[in-house]
Protein backbone atom coordinates (compact mmCIF):
# COMPACT_ATOMS: atom_id res chain seq x y z
CA UNK A 1 0.00 0.00 0.00
CA UNK A 2 2.84 2.09 -0.21
CA UNK A 3 1.44 4.28 -3.45
CA UNK A 4 -1.41 4.87 -1.40
CA UNK A 5 -1.37 8.96 -0.62
CA UNK A 6 -1.19 10.12 2.98
CA UNK A 7 -4.74 9.49 4.65
CA UNK A 8 -4.87 12.36 6.79
CA UNK A 9 -8.15 15.08 6.77
CA UNK A 10 -11.59 14.85 5.60
CA UNK A 11 -10.84 15.15 1.58
CA UNK A 12 -8.18 12.80 1.81
CA UNK A 13 -10.41 10.18 3.51
CA UNK A 14 -13.11 10.99 1.05
CA UNK A 15 -11.14 10.78 -1.89
CA UNK A 16 -10.08 7.01 -0.78
CA UNK A 17 -13.39 5.60 0.57
CA UNK A 18 -15.92 7.38 -1.80
CA UNK A 19 -15.47 3.65 -4.56
CA UNK A 20 -15.14 1.74 -1.77
CA UNK A 21 -17.11 -1.33 -1.48
CA UNK A 22 -19.61 -2.70 1.85
CA UNK A 23 -19.98 -6.18 1.90
CA UNK A 24 -23.53 -7.95 3.44
CA UNK A 25 -23.70 -11.16 5.23
CA UNK A 26 -23.82 -14.28 3.10
CA UNK A 27 -27.04 -15.18 4.66
CA UNK A 28 -28.36 -11.45 3.85
CA UNK A 29 -27.69 -11.55 0.22
CA UNK A 30 -28.76 -15.31 0.04
CA UNK A 31 -31.96 -14.66 0.87
CA UNK A 32 -32.12 -11.36 -0.92
CA UNK A 33 -31.63 -13.24 -4.12
CA UNK A 34 -34.08 -15.75 -3.29
CA UNK A 35 -36.94 -13.36 -2.69
CA UNK A 36 -36.01 -11.75 -5.79
CA UNK A 37 -36.08 -15.10 -8.08
CA UNK A 38 -39.77 -15.65 -6.43
CA UNK A 39 -41.96 -14.15 -8.23
CA UNK A 40 -44.86 -14.07 -5.61
CA UNK A 41 -42.61 -11.92 -3.29
CA UNK A 42 -44.08 -8.78 -2.32
CA UNK A 43 -42.01 -5.29 -1.94
CA UNK A 44 -43.22 -5.67 1.66
CA UNK A 45 -41.49 -8.70 2.07
CA UNK A 46 -37.95 -7.13 0.67
CA UNK A 47 -38.78 -3.84 2.94
CA UNK A 48 -38.50 -6.09 6.17
CA UNK A 49 -35.12 -8.07 5.12
CA UNK A 50 -33.25 -4.49 4.04
CA UNK A 51 -34.37 -3.05 7.66
CA UNK A 52 -32.60 -5.84 9.02
CA UNK A 53 -29.03 -5.19 7.38
CA UNK A 54 -27.84 -1.78 7.43
CA UNK A 55 -25.38 -2.31 4.89
CA UNK A 56 -28.00 -3.37 2.65
CA UNK A 57 -30.30 -0.55 3.92
CA UNK A 58 -27.46 2.25 2.95
CA UNK A 59 -26.90 0.38 -0.59
CA UNK A 60 -31.01 0.90 -1.23
CA UNK A 61 -30.86 4.47 0.33
CA UNK A 62 -28.23 5.75 -2.25
CA UNK A 63 -29.80 4.50 -5.12
CA UNK A 64 -33.74 5.80 -3.98
CA UNK A 65 -32.06 9.20 -3.31
CA UNK A 66 -30.27 9.39 -6.15
CA UNK A 67 -33.99 8.95 -7.75
CA UNK A 68 -35.37 11.79 -5.57
CA UNK A 69 -32.85 14.41 -5.89
CA UNK A 70 -33.81 14.74 -9.48
CA UNK A 71 -37.17 15.89 -8.48
CA UNK A 72 -35.64 17.91 -5.26
CA UNK A 73 -37.55 15.46 -2.63
CA UNK A 74 -35.89 13.32 -0.18
CA UNK A 75 -35.73 9.74 0.56
CA UNK A 76 -37.69 9.40 4.51
CA UNK A 77 -37.56 5.77 5.35
CA UNK A 78 -36.32 2.47 4.45
CA UNK A 79 -39.86 1.63 3.44
CA UNK A 80 -39.78 5.10 1.26
CA UNK A 81 -36.09 3.87 -0.40
CA UNK A 82 -37.89 0.51 -1.32
CA UNK A 83 -40.57 1.60 -3.14
CA UNK A 84 -38.98 3.96 -5.10
CA UNK A 85 -36.54 1.88 -6.03
CA UNK A 86 -38.87 -0.72 -7.31
CA UNK A 87 -38.03 -4.90 -8.14
CA UNK A 88 -36.10 -4.05 -11.54
CA UNK A 89 -33.49 -1.89 -9.58
CA UNK A 90 -32.97 -4.06 -6.51
CA UNK A 91 -32.56 -7.23 -9.23
CA UNK A 92 -29.50 -5.12 -10.49
CA UNK A 93 -28.36 -4.04 -7.08
CA UNK A 94 -28.03 -7.76 -5.81
CA UNK A 95 -25.93 -8.67 -8.77
CA UNK A 96 -23.19 -6.29 -7.63
CA UNK A 97 -23.57 -7.02 -3.70
CA UNK A 98 -20.27 -8.19 -2.39
CA UNK A 99 -20.80 -10.78 0.55
CA UNK A 100 -18.86 -11.27 3.59
CA UNK A 101 -18.44 -14.30 6.50
CA UNK A 102 -16.96 -13.49 8.99
CA UNK A 103 -14.26 -15.92 10.38
CA UNK A 104 -14.15 -16.14 14.45
CA UNK A 105 -10.57 -15.54 14.65
CA UNK A 106 -10.18 -12.12 12.43
CA UNK A 107 -11.03 -9.40 14.79
CA UNK A 108 -11.02 -6.61 12.03
CA UNK A 109 -14.37 -8.71 10.59
CA UNK A 110 -15.60 -8.67 14.50
CA UNK A 111 -15.08 -4.76 14.58
CA UNK A 112 -16.66 -4.37 11.56
CA UNK A 113 -19.65 -6.09 11.99
CA UNK A 114 -19.79 -5.22 15.48
CA UNK A 115 -19.99 -1.15 14.27
CA UNK A 116 -22.75 -2.19 12.35
CA UNK A 117 -24.69 -3.85 15.42
CA UNK A 118 -24.09 -0.64 16.98
CA UNK A 119 -25.52 1.72 14.07
CA UNK A 120 -28.43 -0.58 14.22
CA UNK A 121 -29.07 -0.34 18.08
CA UNK A 122 -28.26 3.85 17.63
CA UNK A 123 -31.52 3.43 15.19
CA UNK A 124 -33.72 1.75 17.05
CA UNK A 125 -32.89 3.67 20.13
CA UNK A 126 -33.66 7.11 18.11
CA UNK A 127 -36.60 5.81 16.67
CA UNK A 128 -37.49 4.52 20.12
CA UNK A 129 -37.18 7.83 21.40
CA UNK A 130 -39.02 9.63 18.67
CA UNK A 131 -41.94 7.30 19.63
CA UNK A 132 -42.32 7.36 22.84
CA UNK A 133 -42.61 11.17 22.70
CA UNK A 134 -45.08 11.02 20.24
CA UNK A 135 -42.97 12.71 17.37
CA UNK A 136 -44.19 12.04 13.76
CA UNK A 137 -41.30 11.53 12.25
CA UNK A 138 -40.20 8.09 13.67
CA UNK A 139 -39.08 6.10 10.26
CA UNK A 140 -37.36 9.13 8.95
CA UNK A 141 -35.10 9.39 12.44
CA UNK A 142 -34.96 5.48 12.24
CA UNK A 143 -33.24 5.50 8.21
CA UNK A 144 -30.93 8.77 9.42
CA UNK A 145 -29.51 7.27 12.78
CA UNK A 146 -28.95 4.00 10.88
CA UNK A 147 -26.45 5.65 8.24
CA UNK A 148 -25.16 7.87 10.76
CA UNK A 149 -21.81 5.30 11.98
CA UNK A 150 -21.86 3.74 8.35
CA UNK A 151 -17.86 6.35 9.09
CA UNK A 152 -16.91 3.00 11.44
CA UNK A 153 -17.78 0.57 9.05
CA UNK A 154 -15.98 1.69 6.48
CA UNK A 155 -12.97 2.55 9.02
CA UNK A 156 -12.94 -1.14 10.34
CA UNK A 157 -13.12 -2.30 6.52
CA UNK A 158 -10.78 -0.59 4.52
CA UNK A 159 -8.52 1.62 7.17
CA UNK A 160 -8.18 -1.69 9.96
CA UNK A 161 -4.47 -0.54 10.74
CA UNK A 162 -5.70 3.40 12.12
CA UNK A 163 -8.89 1.77 13.39
CA UNK A 164 -6.64 -0.32 15.56
CA UNK A 165 -4.46 2.75 16.51
CA UNK A 166 -7.50 4.79 17.49
CA UNK A 167 -8.47 1.97 19.21
CA UNK A 168 -5.21 1.86 21.06
CA UNK A 169 -5.37 5.77 22.08
CA UNK A 170 -8.78 5.19 23.46
CA UNK A 171 -8.35 1.99 25.33
CA UNK A 172 -4.85 1.78 26.33
CA UNK A 173 -3.99 5.83 26.73
CA UNK A 174 -7.95 6.56 27.76
CA UNK A 175 -7.15 9.42 25.15
CA UNK A 176 -11.15 11.44 24.63
CA UNK A 177 -12.69 9.33 21.47
CA UNK A 178 -12.83 12.62 19.16
CA UNK A 179 -9.10 13.64 19.96
CA UNK A 180 -8.56 10.19 19.34
CA UNK A 181 -9.77 10.48 16.11
CA UNK A 182 -8.84 13.95 15.15
CA UNK A 183 -4.86 12.65 16.11
CA UNK A 184 -5.42 9.48 13.87
CA UNK A 185 -7.37 10.36 11.14
CA UNK A 186 -7.03 14.16 11.27
CA UNK A 187 -10.81 14.38 11.61
CA UNK A 188 -13.39 13.24 13.44
CA UNK A 189 -15.68 10.42 12.23
CA UNK A 190 -18.66 12.60 12.41
CA UNK A 191 -16.88 14.69 9.81
CA UNK A 192 -15.36 12.09 7.40
CA UNK A 193 -18.61 10.89 7.40
CA UNK A 194 -20.50 14.26 6.86
CA UNK A 195 -18.20 14.72 3.14
CA UNK A 196 -18.91 11.25 2.45
CA UNK A 197 -22.50 11.50 3.03
CA UNK A 198 -22.31 14.83 1.02
CA UNK A 199 -20.45 13.25 -1.97
CA UNK A 200 -22.72 10.00 -2.10
CA UNK A 201 -25.94 12.11 -1.82
CA UNK A 202 -27.19 11.34 1.29
CA UNK A 203 -31.26 12.25 2.22
CA UNK A 204 -31.60 15.54 4.19
CA UNK A 205 -31.90 14.33 7.63
CA UNK A 206 -28.85 12.17 7.62
CA UNK A 207 -26.71 15.40 6.84
CA UNK A 208 -27.98 18.16 9.11
CA UNK A 209 -27.30 15.29 11.78
CA UNK A 210 -23.61 14.59 10.88
CA UNK A 211 -23.14 18.42 9.92
CA UNK A 212 -20.75 19.69 12.88
CA UNK A 213 -22.72 22.71 13.09
CA UNK A 214 -25.65 21.18 14.41
CA UNK A 215 -23.96 19.35 17.01
CA UNK A 216 -24.24 20.70 20.48
CA UNK A 217 -20.98 22.61 22.11
CA UNK A 218 -19.68 21.38 25.29
CA UNK A 219 -21.91 24.48 27.33
CA UNK A 220 -24.99 23.14 25.57
CA UNK A 221 -24.99 19.41 26.49
CA UNK A 222 -24.04 21.23 30.38
CA UNK A 223 -26.92 23.14 29.88
CA UNK A 224 -28.74 19.96 29.24
CA UNK A 225 -27.87 17.99 31.93
CA UNK A 226 -28.38 21.05 34.40
CA UNK A 227 -32.01 20.61 32.98
CA UNK A 228 -32.44 16.97 33.25
CA UNK A 229 -31.17 17.39 36.72
CA UNK A 230 -33.54 19.92 37.49
CA UNK A 231 -31.26 22.60 38.63
CA UNK A 232 -33.01 25.61 39.37
CA UNK A 233 -30.29 28.14 38.13
CA UNK A 234 -31.05 27.93 34.62
CA UNK A 235 -32.25 30.89 33.32
CA UNK A 236 -35.55 31.63 30.92
CA UNK A 237 -32.99 32.18 27.79
CA UNK A 238 -31.06 29.13 28.53
CA UNK A 239 -34.11 27.26 28.89
CA UNK A 240 -35.60 28.54 25.79
CA UNK A 241 -31.79 27.32 23.95
CA UNK A 242 -32.28 24.35 25.34
CA UNK A 243 -36.02 23.91 24.06
CA UNK A 244 -34.78 24.83 20.61
CA UNK A 245 -32.24 22.38 19.95
CA UNK A 246 -34.14 19.23 21.85
CA UNK A 247 -37.20 20.47 19.59
CA UNK A 248 -35.14 19.82 15.88
CA UNK A 249 -35.35 16.84 13.98
CA UNK A 250 -31.92 15.98 13.94
CA UNK A 251 -31.51 15.80 18.04
CA UNK A 252 -32.94 11.80 18.38
CA UNK A 253 -30.65 11.09 15.59
CA UNK A 254 -28.03 12.20 17.49
CA UNK A 255 -28.98 11.61 20.87
CA UNK A 256 -29.58 7.99 19.73
CA UNK A 257 -25.47 7.67 18.07
CA UNK A 258 -24.29 9.04 21.79
CA UNK A 259 -25.94 6.42 23.51
CA UNK A 260 -24.95 3.98 21.28
CA UNK A 261 -21.72 4.71 20.61
CA UNK A 262 -21.29 5.08 24.19
CA UNK A 263 -22.75 2.51 25.67
CA UNK A 264 -20.69 0.06 23.50
CA UNK A 265 -17.92 1.48 25.68
CA UNK A 266 -19.23 0.58 29.04
CA UNK A 267 -23.08 0.95 30.26
CA UNK A 268 -21.66 2.35 33.48
CA UNK A 269 -19.28 4.90 32.87
CA UNK A 270 -19.38 8.01 33.87
CA UNK A 271 -20.66 9.57 29.82
CA UNK A 272 -22.87 6.88 29.64
CA UNK A 273 -24.81 8.15 32.75
CA UNK A 274 -24.47 11.70 32.08
CA UNK A 275 -26.83 10.78 28.66
CA UNK A 276 -29.33 8.83 31.01
CA UNK A 277 -30.29 11.80 32.55
CA UNK A 278 -30.49 13.66 29.22
CA UNK A 279 -32.51 11.34 27.16
CA UNK A 280 -34.80 10.47 30.42
CA UNK A 281 -35.66 14.62 30.48
CA UNK A 282 -35.85 14.43 26.49
CA UNK A 283 -39.05 11.75 27.49
CA UNK A 284 -39.89 13.93 30.78
CA UNK A 285 -39.69 9.99 32.22
CA UNK A 286 -37.94 8.85 35.48
CA UNK A 287 -34.72 7.57 35.19
CA UNK A 288 -35.49 4.31 36.14
CA UNK A 289 -38.24 4.09 33.97
CA UNK A 290 -35.64 5.24 31.02
CA UNK A 291 -32.65 2.76 31.75
CA UNK A 292 -35.29 -0.55 31.59
CA UNK A 293 -36.23 0.93 27.89
CA UNK A 294 -33.05 1.61 26.44
CA UNK A 295 -32.06 -2.02 28.16
CA UNK A 296 -35.25 -3.51 26.22
CA UNK A 297 -34.69 -1.57 22.96
CA UNK A 298 -30.98 -2.97 22.88
CA UNK A 299 -31.89 -6.48 23.46
CA UNK A 300 -34.36 -5.83 20.53
CA UNK A 301 -32.11 -4.27 18.43
CA UNK A 302 -29.18 -7.30 18.89
CA UNK A 303 -31.86 -9.91 18.13
CA UNK A 304 -32.60 -7.78 14.93
CA UNK A 305 -28.42 -8.63 13.98
CA UNK A 306 -26.93 -11.24 16.06
CA UNK A 307 -23.36 -11.71 14.42
CA UNK A 308 -21.97 -14.93 15.94
CA UNK A 309 -18.74 -14.60 17.84
CA UNK A 310 -18.96 -11.19 17.85
CA UNK A 311 -20.07 -9.51 21.14
CA UNK A 312 -24.02 -7.60 20.59
CA UNK A 313 -24.59 -4.23 22.37
CA UNK A 314 -27.10 -6.20 24.60
CA UNK A 315 -24.40 -8.62 25.87
CA UNK A 316 -21.81 -5.64 27.06
CA UNK A 317 -25.34 -4.89 29.64
CA UNK A 318 -24.44 -7.87 31.65
CA UNK A 319 -21.02 -6.91 32.36
CA UNK A 320 -20.24 -5.67 35.78
CA UNK A 321 -18.31 -1.92 35.76
CA UNK A 322 -14.78 -2.48 35.18
CA UNK A 323 -11.73 -0.06 34.57
CA UNK A 324 -10.28 -3.36 32.43
CA UNK A 325 -9.74 -2.46 28.50
CA UNK A 326 -12.51 -4.17 26.30
CA UNK A 327 -12.33 -6.77 23.28
CA UNK A 328 -11.14 -4.23 20.26
CA UNK A 329 -7.39 -4.25 19.69
CA UNK A 330 -5.97 -6.44 16.42
CA UNK A 331 -4.07 -9.18 17.51
CA UNK A 332 0.28 -9.07 16.11
CA UNK A 333 -0.10 -11.44 13.96
CA UNK A 334 -3.53 -10.41 12.08
CA UNK A 335 -1.13 -7.16 12.42
CA UNK A 336 1.41 -8.27 10.35
CA UNK A 337 -1.10 -9.51 7.28
CA UNK A 338 -3.19 -6.22 6.83
CA UNK A 339 0.18 -4.31 7.06
CA UNK A 340 0.23 -6.17 3.61
CA UNK A 341 -2.97 -5.15 2.13
CA UNK A 342 -4.04 -1.53 4.09
CA UNK A 343 -2.31 1.72 4.09
CA UNK A 344 -0.50 2.64 7.26
CA UNK A 345 -1.30 5.61 9.82
CA UNK A 346 0.46 8.42 8.86
CA UNK A 347 0.83 12.07 8.99
CA UNK A 348 1.67 14.47 6.25
CA UNK A 349 5.40 15.63 6.35
CA UNK A 350 5.39 19.39 7.12
CA UNK A 351 6.91 21.06 3.96
CA UNK A 352 9.76 22.96 5.43
CA UNK A 353 11.12 20.19 8.23
CA UNK A 354 13.02 21.39 11.23
CA UNK A 355 16.60 20.77 11.33
CA UNK A 356 17.61 18.55 13.53
CA UNK A 357 18.24 19.86 16.77
CA UNK A 358 21.87 20.11 18.16
CA UNK A 359 22.56 17.98 21.31
CA UNK A 360 22.99 20.24 24.30
CA UNK A 361 24.77 18.64 27.25
CA UNK A 362 22.56 20.84 29.57
CA UNK A 363 23.75 21.55 33.10
CA UNK A 364 21.53 21.90 35.65
CA UNK A 365 20.84 25.76 36.41
CA UNK A 366 19.40 27.87 38.85
CA UNK A 367 16.23 28.61 39.30
CA UNK A 368 15.27 31.75 37.80
CA UNK A 369 14.11 34.00 40.09
CA UNK A 370 14.60 37.78 38.30
CA UNK A 371 13.44 39.43 35.18
CA UNK A 372 15.25 40.35 32.45
CA UNK A 373 14.68 43.41 32.05
CA UNK A 374 12.61 44.30 35.09
CA UNK A 375 11.44 48.29 34.54
CA UNK A 376 10.38 47.30 31.22
CA UNK A 377 8.42 44.23 32.26
CA UNK A 378 6.92 46.53 34.84
CA UNK A 379 5.87 49.49 32.42
CA UNK A 380 3.95 47.07 30.32
CA UNK A 381 2.24 45.37 33.49
CA UNK A 382 0.97 48.58 35.02
CA UNK A 383 -0.12 50.14 31.01
CA UNK A 384 -1.97 46.64 30.87
CA UNK A 385 -3.91 47.23 34.53
CA UNK A 386 -3.87 50.71 34.57
CA UNK A 387 -4.84 51.68 30.95
CA UNK A 388 -2.79 53.39 28.24
CA UNK A 389 -4.07 55.62 25.36
CA UNK A 390 -1.83 54.14 22.78
CA UNK A 391 -3.54 50.27 23.15
CA UNK A 392 -6.21 51.37 21.03
CA UNK A 393 -6.80 47.82 19.23
CA UNK A 394 -6.58 43.91 20.70
CA UNK A 395 -3.28 43.86 18.60
CA UNK A 396 -1.92 46.56 20.27
CA UNK A 397 -1.95 44.76 23.66
CA UNK A 398 -1.20 40.83 22.24
CA UNK A 399 2.38 43.11 20.89
CA UNK A 400 2.99 44.74 24.42
CA UNK A 401 2.24 41.25 25.97
CA UNK A 402 4.96 39.14 23.87
CA UNK A 403 7.10 42.23 24.23
CA UNK A 404 7.06 42.15 27.97
CA UNK A 405 7.44 38.19 28.51
CA UNK A 406 10.25 37.61 26.00
CA UNK A 407 11.97 40.79 26.54
CA UNK A 408 10.72 41.65 30.10
CA UNK A 409 10.32 38.62 31.85
CA UNK A 410 13.16 37.32 29.85
CA UNK A 411 11.14 33.82 28.20
CA UNK A 412 13.29 32.58 25.31
CA UNK A 413 10.98 31.68 23.05
CA UNK A 414 7.20 32.42 22.53
CA UNK A 415 4.69 31.53 20.28
CA UNK A 416 0.91 33.95 19.50
CA UNK A 417 -1.81 30.85 18.95
CA UNK A 418 -4.93 32.74 17.85
CA UNK A 419 -8.30 31.91 17.68
CA UNK A 420 -10.54 31.98 14.60
CA UNK A 421 -14.08 32.14 16.62
CA UNK A 422 -15.64 31.15 12.87
CA UNK A 423 -13.65 27.94 12.46
CA UNK A 424 -12.85 27.42 15.94
CA UNK A 425 -9.28 26.84 15.13
CA UNK A 426 -6.12 27.71 16.81
CA UNK A 427 -3.65 28.51 14.67
CA UNK A 428 0.17 30.07 15.50
CA UNK A 429 0.29 33.92 14.00
CA UNK A 430 3.10 34.96 15.39
CA UNK A 431 6.27 33.28 17.66
CA UNK A 432 9.36 34.78 18.80
CA UNK A 433 12.81 33.28 19.62
CA UNK A 434 11.72 30.22 17.43
CA UNK A 435 12.89 29.34 14.30
CA UNK A 436 10.60 29.89 11.00
CA UNK A 437 10.87 26.39 10.27
CA UNK A 438 9.59 25.01 13.75
CA UNK A 439 7.07 22.72 13.57
CA UNK A 440 4.61 25.25 16.30
CA UNK A 441 4.51 27.50 12.82
CA UNK A 442 2.24 25.75 10.93
CA UNK A 443 0.44 24.07 13.84
CA UNK A 444 -3.65 24.00 13.87
CA UNK A 445 -5.98 22.53 16.29
CA UNK A 446 -9.28 22.50 16.48
CA UNK A 447 -11.05 23.66 19.93
CA UNK A 448 -14.27 22.07 19.59
CA UNK A 449 -12.59 18.90 19.81
CA UNK A 450 -11.88 17.79 23.42
CA UNK A 451 -8.54 18.62 24.86
CA UNK A 452 -6.97 20.71 27.34
CA UNK A 453 -6.97 23.80 24.66
CA UNK A 454 -10.83 23.60 24.81
CA UNK A 455 -10.62 23.52 28.52
CA UNK A 456 -8.33 26.55 28.38
CA UNK A 457 -10.80 28.73 25.60
CA UNK A 458 -13.35 27.96 28.36
CA UNK A 459 -12.07 30.46 30.98
CA UNK A 460 -8.84 32.51 31.55
CA UNK A 461 -6.40 29.97 32.89
CA UNK A 462 -3.06 28.76 33.14
CA UNK A 463 -0.77 25.83 33.60
CA UNK A 464 2.60 25.14 34.16
CA UNK A 465 3.54 21.84 32.12
CA UNK A 466 6.65 19.91 34.15
CA UNK A 467 7.44 16.61 33.68
CA UNK A 468 4.93 15.30 36.20
CA UNK A 469 2.28 16.97 34.85
CA UNK A 470 2.93 16.46 30.99
CA UNK A 471 2.53 12.56 31.61
CA UNK A 472 -0.88 12.65 33.53
CA UNK A 473 -2.21 14.83 30.60
CA UNK A 474 -0.62 13.20 28.33
CA UNK A 475 -4.44 12.12 26.97
CA UNK A 476 -5.50 15.65 26.95
CA UNK A 477 -2.79 16.86 24.53
CA UNK A 478 -3.02 16.15 20.91
CA UNK A 479 -0.47 14.44 18.66
CA UNK A 480 0.61 18.21 16.43
CA UNK A 481 0.99 19.88 20.06
CA UNK A 482 3.41 17.36 21.38
CA UNK A 483 5.67 17.16 17.90
CA UNK A 484 5.38 20.81 17.85
CA UNK A 485 6.26 21.87 21.53
CA UNK A 486 9.46 21.91 24.08
CA UNK A 487 10.56 18.03 25.42
CA UNK A 488 10.90 20.27 28.65
CA UNK A 489 8.68 22.47 30.73
CA UNK A 490 6.55 25.15 29.19
CA UNK A 491 3.90 27.36 29.70
CA UNK A 492 0.77 27.63 28.73
CA UNK A 493 -1.97 30.39 29.28
CA UNK A 494 -5.56 31.53 27.74
CA UNK A 495 -6.04 35.60 27.25
CA UNK A 496 -9.99 36.74 26.41
CA UNK A 497 -11.66 39.79 24.62
CA UNK A 498 -15.10 40.96 26.35
CA UNK A 499 -15.67 37.20 27.52
CA UNK A 500 -14.51 35.40 24.05
CA UNK A 501 -11.48 33.30 23.99
CA UNK A 502 -8.74 35.30 22.07
CA UNK A 503 -5.30 33.61 22.01
CA UNK A 504 -3.46 30.94 24.26
CA UNK A 505 0.26 31.94 24.82
CA UNK A 506 2.92 29.26 24.70
CA UNK A 507 6.04 29.55 26.20
CA UNK A 508 9.40 28.10 27.19
CA UNK A 509 12.61 29.05 28.31
CA UNK A 510 14.71 27.52 25.08
CA UNK A 511 16.23 23.98 24.38
CA UNK A 512 18.75 23.88 26.71
CA UNK A 513 16.49 25.04 29.64
CA UNK A 514 14.97 21.78 30.80
CA UNK A 515 13.30 23.35 33.56
CA UNK A 516 11.35 26.50 34.76
CA UNK A 517 10.85 28.48 38.21
CA UNK A 518 7.88 29.04 40.48
CA UNK A 519 8.73 32.49 39.52
CA UNK A 520 8.71 32.22 35.75
CA UNK A 521 5.16 30.87 35.49
CA UNK A 522 3.94 33.49 38.38
CA UNK A 523 5.26 36.47 36.46
CA UNK A 524 4.20 34.75 32.88
CA UNK A 525 0.49 34.31 34.56
CA UNK A 526 0.70 37.88 35.94
CA UNK A 527 1.19 39.46 32.58
CA UNK A 528 -1.39 36.91 30.43
CA UNK A 529 -3.91 37.94 33.23
CA UNK A 530 -3.31 41.79 32.67
CA UNK A 531 -3.96 41.52 28.94
CA UNK A 532 -7.21 39.79 29.42
CA UNK A 533 -7.97 42.78 31.33
CA UNK A 534 -6.67 45.50 29.35
CA UNK A 535 -8.87 44.12 26.73
CA UNK A 536 -12.08 43.76 28.67
CA UNK A 537 -11.60 47.82 29.01
CA UNK A 538 -11.05 48.38 25.32
Known amino acids: ?13 TEYLAERTLPVRVSILTRFQRLLQDD ?14 PVLSLQVTRIAQKLHAAKGSSVTSIDHAVNSVG ?17 PRNMQQKMYFRAIADSLHASSQAAELCRQRGLPFVEEVRLAALLYGFGHWLLWLHAPLHKHEYQKKVLLEKVDVALAEQDVFGCTVQALSAELAKHWGLPELTLAALDHDTSP ?16 RLGQLEQREINQLTQERFFPVKLGNWLALTSTRGWQSKKTLRLYDIAADFLSWPRDRLVAQLHQTCAEASRQYHIPGTLSPAAQMLFLPSEE ?24 VLKKPEPPRKEHHTRERPAVTTHASEGLYTQILQRLQDGYSLYTKPAHILQALLRGLHQGLGLGRIALLLINPKKRLLHCARTLGIADTAAINQLIIDIEIPSLFKRLTDKPAGIWLDRAKRKTLRPMLPDPFIEAAHSGDYLLMSVFHKGEPLAILYADDGDDAEHLSEFQYEQFRQLCAAATLALKHL
Open 325 to 348: TLSGLIESRELQQLKQHYPPPEKP
Open 87 to 103: LDQLALLAEGLQSLKIS
Open 1 to 13: MSSTPCLYGSEAW
Open 217 to 232: SRSDLQLLHRRALKDP
Open 40 to 53: NTTLRQLSQLIRSD
